[in-house]
């Protein structure tokens, strides 16, 4: 079916001002992902999972205007990892660390494609073009067919330290488009780290394939950069026993899209996606989840916190698809905002759609404004109003920032929220 002439006109404008990189294993991959994209043409308003979220500039040729925040205080500073620094999409050799990690081999897409032969040959674009039923994630597979770079990591053994992706901003009107693998073998543990703004137009990809018994620990925090544009896209495959726990942390941020997609395929998995979000004013942060349970006995926990003020919104569209035979499934879905005004809102969808009977799946989707008991409470007993609100604040913010397994890396999150909440007193 022929596109509508809006769409397709958006559509034809936006892909003849990208450059497709050519040759190498990544070939066939992009060249399908562009088919793709052409087909489904690229969001618009009128899509049902963009009705809460206007793609406008996300999809406009040219990037708007971002200003820049000299970030001072780096979220985990204190943490021993391997730092690979991108600046507005383009890697930075001088500011990265060797990409020399034992138990893990770690090159960029950048250079790694122009081989015929490559691991991540079987991963790339796969697991995006899988994500795309039956909901179309058109951005997911623009980024597939036209970044630019990324980190390809194939992990054998588990590494002593995390590996850091370190994304700066320098450029008002950059446009940048990175894509990363991530294969975790059997029995192996990793932690990847994401933090900064990457660009005034930031569009990832990350596609993670988990073997049996193995496990991967995500940590993201976005950046201060306020006036910002992102669209992230997580693909992630789960084999036999294995782990996979997502969390991200978005203060800031005129718009921010951050989708995740989970496919079961082994039994006795697990897989946590949560998001800690607090937001000021112009402030839009969207949270797309989408489960898959194609197997027996396995868990799914997806938990969403969002702080909202001074006409600041919120998004929450989750859901949870339990095929026929994933008997034992345990889905467990929350979304919940805390409105500190009047002006804030939040949108949420949450989804069940089953398909086996022996199932325990729930979600709940509740907006409130502080609790006045409590607030009185601490107030009573000497507390000022605004360390009481910040105090009441970050124990909602809790059972998200909990799903964070390391102690060290949590700590962070809960420092990083709480010097946003005295910013703004």
């Given at each position: 079916m022929a596109l509508p002439k809006l769409k397709q006109d958006a559509t034809d404008a936006r892909l003849a001002a990208l450059d497709m990189p050519q040759g190498g294993w990544t070939e066939a991959a992009r060249k399908s992902?562009?088919?793709?994209?052409?087909?489904?043409?690229?969001?618009?308003?009128?899509?049902?999972?963009?009705?809460?979220?206007?793609?406008?500039?996300?999809?406009?040729?040219?990037?708007?205007?971002?200003?820049?925040?000299?970030?001072?205080?780096?979220?985990?500073?204190g943490v021993d990892r391997l730092k690979i620094v991108f600046v507005d999409g383009v890697f930075d050799a001088d500011a990265s660390d060797d990409l020399t990690l034992s138990g893990v081999q770690i090159e960029r897409l950048a250079e790694a494609q122009s081989a015929d032969i490559h691991w991540a040959k079987d991963l790339y674009g796969t697991l995006e073009a899988r994500g795309q039923t039956p909901v179309e994630r058109p951005l997911a597979a623009l980024n597939t067919a036209f970044a630019t770079d990324g980190v390809l990591i194939h992990v054998t053994q588990t590494p002593a330290r995390p590996i850091h992706a370190i994304y700066r901003h320098t450029s008002t009107t950059s446009d940048a488009i990175l894509h990363h693998c991530i294969k975790v073998e059997e029995g192996a543990s990793a932690t990847f780290l994401e933090t900064g703004p990457g660009a005034a137009r930031f569009n990832t990809g990350m596609e993670v394939e988990i073997?049996?018994?193995a496990t991967l620990h995500h940590v993201r925090a976005q950046g201060r950069d306020h006036e910002r544009r992102?669209?992230?896209?997580?693909?992630?495959?789960l084999g036999t026993e294995s782990v996979f726990k997502s969390f991200t942390l978005t203060a800031n941020g005129v718009l921010t899209r951050n989708e995740t997609v989970?496919?079961?395929?082994?039994?006795?998995?697990?897989?946590?996606?949560?998001?800690a979000s607090v937001g000021d004013g112009d402030f839009h942060n969207d949270s797309t989840v989408f489960v898959t349970h194609d197997a027996v006995n396995c868990e799914s926990r997806q938990v969403f916190k969002k702080v909202l003020r001074n006409g600041a919104t919120g998004v929450f569209q989750g859901k949870i698809l339990v095929k026929e035979g994933a008997q034992k499934t345990d889905g467990y879905q929350i979304s919940q905002s805390l409105l500190l005004d009047d002006d804030s809102?939040?949108?949420?969808?949450?989804?069940?759609?089953?398909?086996?009977?022996?199932?325990?799946?729930?979600?709940?989707s509740t907006s409130g404004a502080i609790d006045e008991t409590a607030l009185f409470y601490l107030r009573s007993r000497g507390v000022s109003q605004s360390d009481a609100t910040d105090l009441l604040t970050l124990a909602f913010l809790a059972e998200a920032v909990e799903e964070i397994e390391a102690e060290d890396l949590r700590d962070d999150m809960v420092a990083r929220l709480e010097n946003w909440l005295k910013r703004r007193r």
């Amino acid at each position: 079916m022929a596109l509508p002439k809006l769409k397709q006109d958006a559509t034809d404008a936006r892909l003849a001002a990208l450059d497709m990189p050519q040759g190498g294993w990544t070939e066939a991959a992009r060249k399908s992902a562009l088919a793709r994209v052409q087909a489904m043409g690229l969001p618009s308003r009128r899509d049902e999972y963009w009705k809460y979220t206007r793609p406008d500039t996300l999809v406009q040729v040219e990037a708007l205007e971002a200003a820049l925040y000299d970030e001072t205080d780096m979220p985990f500073e204190g943490v021993d990892r391997l730092k690979i620094v991108f600046v507005d999409g383009v890697f930075d050799a001088d500011a990265s660390d060797d990409l020399t990690l034992s138990g893990v081999q770690i090159e960029r897409l950048a250079e790694a494609q122009s081989a015929d032969i490559h691991w991540a040959k079987d991963l790339y674009g796969t697991l995006e073009a899988r994500g795309q039923t039956p909901v179309e994630r058109p951005l997911a597979a623009l980024n597939t067919a036209f970044a630019t770079d990324g980190v390809l990591i194939h992990v054998t053994q588990t590494p002593a330290r995390p590996i850091h992706a370190i994304y700066r901003h320098t450029s008002t009107t950059s446009d940048a488009i990175l894509h990363h693998c991530i294969k975790v073998e059997e029995g192996a543990s990793a932690t990847f780290l994401e933090t900064g703004p990457g660009a005034a137009r930031f569009n990832t990809g990350m596609e993670v394939e988990i073997a049996p018994g193995a496990t991967l620990h995500h940590v993201r925090a976005q950046g201060r950069d306020h006036e910002r544009r992102a669209a992230t896209h997580i693909f992630a495959r789960l084999g036999t026993e294995s782990v996979f726990k997502s969390f991200t942390l978005t203060a800031n941020g005129v718009l921010t899209r951050n989708e995740t997609v989970i496919e079961f395929t082994g039994d006795d998995a697990m897989a946590t996606v949560a998001g800690a979000s607090v937001g000021d004013g112009d402030f839009h942060n969207d949270s797309t989840v989408f489960v898959t349970h194609d197997a027996v006995n396995c868990e799914s926990r997806q938990v969403f916190k969002k702080v909202l003020r001074n006409g600041a919104t919120g998004v929450f569209q989750g859901k949870i698809l339990v095929k026929e035979g994933a008997q034992k499934t345990d889905g467990y879905q929350i979304s919940q905002s805390l409105l500190l005004d009047d002006d804030s809102q939040f949108l949420a969808k949450p989804e069940l759609e089953i398909y086996a009977d022996d199932v325990a799946c729930s979600h709940g989707s509740t907006s409130g404004a502080i609790d006045e008991t409590a607030l009185f409470y601490l107030r009573s007993r000497g507390v000022s109003q605004s360390d009481a609100t910040d105090l009441l604040t970050l124990a909602f913010l809790a059972e998200a920032v909990e799903e964070i397994e390391a102690e060290d890396l949590r700590d962070d999150m809960v420092a990083r929220l709480e010097n946003w909440l005295k910013r703004r007193r």
